[in-house]
């Protein structure tokens, strides 16, 4: 069965930092891209960030470009998003998905009809 789990969130300052995990189980997370949601209350998930399954294609979106890092261990079947200089607006639930053949890049990697499986999400609050 597969399965996408996301840990690693939880409440921190502006300007704190966190690191969100995404382990997958039940499938190779190495043959799938791999993107990062958020949720905000009363609004759209948007695509965060996605990194391919070769590592060659990772994307960003504008909001969090020089703050974030998307990476990936597929011998752990993990992938981490580093998150930095946080900023109240980045209060989210934060969600995990594997995409197959797909490249990271622009608008089609943040589409959520592009993912096959999804986690249940973390929440991430980031509030003085």
């Known amino acids: 069965q597969v399965h996408l789990v996301e840990s690693g969130g939880g409440l921190v300052q502006p300007g704190g930092s966190l690191r969100l995990s995404c382990v997958a189980s039940g499938f190779r997370l190495g043959i799938y891209a791999i993107g990062w949601f958020r949720q905000a209350p009363g609004k759209e998930r948007e695509g965060v960030s996605c990194?391919?399954?070769?590592?060659?294609?990772?994307d960003y979106a504008d909001s969090v470009k020089g703050r974030f890092t998307i990476s990936r261990d597929n011998a752990k079947n993990t992938v981490y998003l580093q998150m930095n200089s946080l900023k109240p607006e980045d209060t989210a639930v934060y969600y995990c998905?594997?995409?197959?053949?797909?490249?990271?890049?622009?608008?089609?990697?943040?589409?959520?009809?592009?993912?096959?499986?999804w986690g249940q999400g973390t929440l991430v609050t980031v509030s003085s």
């Open positions: 990194v391919g399954n070769s590592l060659i294609s990772i």
């Open positions: 998905a594997a995409a197959k053949d797909l490249y990271c890049s622009g608008y089609v990697s943040r589409l959520t009809g592009r993912y096959d499986y």
